[in-house]
């Protein structure tokens, strides 16, 4: 198998969810073959380029899955199949970065805001944007706003963002914006906002940068800012 | 999750008449639409009560025979009667998967476990004695035992018994849903090498939207971890139904079974 090949062979893995080769994929008939980790493992014994691994692989796999979310062809756990394989490809390919001329995109600072434990959609989030080149500092949930202004302080992320799936809690967002600004933090980091009841109007009223409806408008918005 | 297709069966009068007049066509076309809906084992029973114990072996062997060159899943001989099971167990050889059934008589023990460890095939053990079908788990389950200790005698490893705890109809006795699923949690407990199996469809007997009293069955015993169902699997929203259970239960990766089944269902 040539490079351009198993690239390719990963890129579909990618795009059916399969993380080991004993998973199903979305499609029938995958169970036993070779699968994204084993994949990426035989790429790195066999020198493969990780760079065009990652673009056209890892990244592109997941584009086409982010186009089959959208189009409705994928749902929720599909999404989350491809993001895992993608992150498990990332783990194996980290050690190797450096070497291979790879930079991370940017820091990402991720936090549900305080009085608020739901993290299903912040996880999604977290796990798109790792597979999509970015390094990640997950701050978990109920995360109270001087923390995060704090982490914003010390980590210097390139993005902040914040998940609330509940009106009591978005309302939280504005504390944490105005905390950034006080400490002359705002302008270094763009701030995303996601979860539920968040909106547009919203967005803009408490002067975040952006409102994602979903991780891949997360992971968009970042790659166009990175 | 284990679906055996319960659709030949000479219970059912149309299949009786087809099996009574060799009508092979319908019973292949049966056999193979079972197979393309998603069934592991298709259950072969001819006990039409219409001739001689001799037509009964004829007819399992001419099924059998019909049937096996139409699917590529293994076929499960059911049968009361040692006679029809040996004939159908001849006549698939490798084609058979499954053995239905054993009684837990000392008499039907003697008789069908020996088969079981000869072909070394799985076999359906009905939690049923000398006593008949009891109303109560906790004597359903002292028949399992009998069927334990004749696996030790027999030399039948007790992975390959499936344990049927009994399904009776709710309709003529209303505590009949909770024995069976007693009767199920007692054997996971008791017996956890052992399988088990829920021949479904009798739990609805002369009860109407027999399909949804079917699935709150399954349900239960999937929460229970049953591992196989003798049930119609040419009812495509009820196996929707049983893929469910099994997603809900967590047995369904990524929800990859269910959604596929979505997929083909409107694909259609």
């Not at chain 1, 970065?97 to 549900?112: H, Y």
């Not at chain 1, 949930?141 to 509940?166: C, N, Q, Y």
């Amino acid at each position: 198998m040539d490079s351009t090949e198993l690239i390719n062979d990963i890129k579909t893995n990618v795009i059916q969810g399969r993380v080991t080769s004993d998973d199903e994929g979305f499609d029938e008939g995958f169970e036993g073959k070779p699968a994204t980790v084993e994949l990426v493992e035989k790429a790195l014994a066999d020198g493969t380029d990780i760079k065009t691994l990652i673009v056209e692989g890892l990244t592109g796999g997941m584009n086409i899955v982010g186009e089959r979310f959208e189009s409705g062809m994928y749902l929720i756990p599909d999404m989350l199949a491809a993001a895992e394989a993608v992150g498990q490809a990332m783990d194996i390919l980290s050690p190797h970065l450096e070497n291979a001329g790879v930079k991370s995109k940017g820091k990402f600072l991720i936090v549900t805001v305080k009085g608020d434990l739901h993290d299903i959609g912040k996880n999604i989030v977290s796990i798109m944007l790792k597979g999509s080149g970015f390094e990640i500092v997950d701050m978990g949930t109920d995360v109270p706003t001087d923390k995060i202004i704090s982490a914003v302080e010390t980590h210097k992320p390139d993005f902040l963002g914040m998940s609330a799936l509940l009106t009591t809690t978005m309302r939280e967002m504005p504390n944490v914006i105005e905390g950034l600004k006080t400490k002359g933090l705002r302008d270094n980091v763009k701030v995303l906002i996601g979860g539920a009841p968040t909106s547009p109007e919203f967005t803009e009223k408490i002067g975040a940068d952006v409102h994602c409806a979903d991780a891949f408008q997360a992971v968009d918005f970042t790659n166009a800012n990175a | 999750m284990i679906i055996i297709g319960e659709n030949i069966n000479a219970t059912i009068p149309r299949i009786k008449d087809l099996i009574v007049n060799h009508d092979g066509t319908a019973l292949e076309d049966l056999a193979v639409r079972q197979e393309q809906a998603g069934a592991n084992i298709i259950d072969v029973n001819v006990a039409t009560g219409a001739g001689t114990a001799e037509d009964e072996i004829n007819d399992m062997k001419w099924l059998i025979e019909l049937v096996m060159a139409k699917v590529d899943i293994k076929l499960c001989v059911d049968s009361a009667d040692t006679a029809v099971l040996k004939a159908g167990l001849e006549a698939g050889g490798e084609k058979i998967g499954l053995i239905n059934s054993v009684k837990a008589t000392e008499k039907n023990i003697a008789e069908v476990l020996p088969l079981a460890a000869e072909y070394g095939l799985p076999v359906i053990a009905l939690a049923m004695d000398e006593g008949g079908i009891a109303t109560d788990s906790a004597t359903r389950l002292k028949a399992c035992e009998k069927v334990i200790k004749g696996c030790e005698t027999h030399n039948v490893p007790v992975e390959n018994i499936f344990f049927d705890p009994l399904v009776m109809p709710v309709s003529t006795d209303i505590k009949q849903g909770g024995t069976t699923l007693e009767t199920l949690k007692g054997i996971k407990e008791e017996f956890p090498q052992a399988k088990t199996v829920l021949a479904v469809s009798n739990i609805s007997f002369g009860l109407q939207k027999r399909t949804l009293i079917n699935q709150a069955l399954i349900h239960m015993a999937q929460y229970l971890s049953v591992d196989a169902l003798l049930v119609n699997p040419l009812n495509a929203e009820f196996m929707l139904a049983i893929k469910a259970g099994e997603t809900v239960m967590g047995r369904d990766r990524h929800c990859r079974k269910y959604s596929r089944a979505v997929r083909n269902m409107n694909g259609k």
